[in-house]
Nanobody
Framework: QVQLVESGGGLVQAGGSLRLSCVVS????????VAWFRQARGDEREFVAG????????YYGDSVKGRFTISRDNAKNTVYLQMNSLKPEDTAVYYC?????????????????WGQGTQVTVSS
């Protein structure tokens, strides 16, 4: 089982930036994919961005393209989500998740391991 711990959430004004971190343990470097999802109150969980641990290739959800960037630091076993030009509609709990099959999809059902989430609130 992969363990994930998120941090970095908080309150920020619209137009501002935040960087989320996800420390990943027990990851199989060869093919796992790690992704960020978010869930606003009353909404379904939404895919944000993902990264293949082996080569750092990335994939993004349409709503964040050009504003958010996912990256990883192998030495620190950490995945980051840099969020710029934040909007009130980005307000949500952000979750880090791992797919041990490395499929690289945007479907939450394809991810077996999840962190506890970190709250991001963007004020207008």
């Amino acid at each position: 089982q992969v363990q994930l711990v998120e941090s970095g959430g908080g309150l920020v004004q619209a137009g501002g930036s935040l960087r989320l971190s996800c420390v990943v343990s027990r990851l199989r470097v060869s093919r796992d994919a790690v992704a960020w999802f978010r869930q606003a109150r009353g909404d379904e969980r939404e895919f944000v961005a993902g990264i293949w641990w082996s080569d750092g290739s990335t994939y993004y959800g349409d709503s964040v393209k050009g504003r958010f960037t996912i990256s990883r630091d192998n030495a620190k076993n950490t995945v980051y989500l840099q969020m710029n030009s934040l909007k009130p509609e980005d307000t949500a709990v952000y979750y880090c998740a791992a797919d041990r099959l490395g499929r690289g999809t945007g479907h939450s059902r394809d991810y077996q391991d999840w962190g506890q989430g970190t709250q991001v609130t963007v004020s207008s």
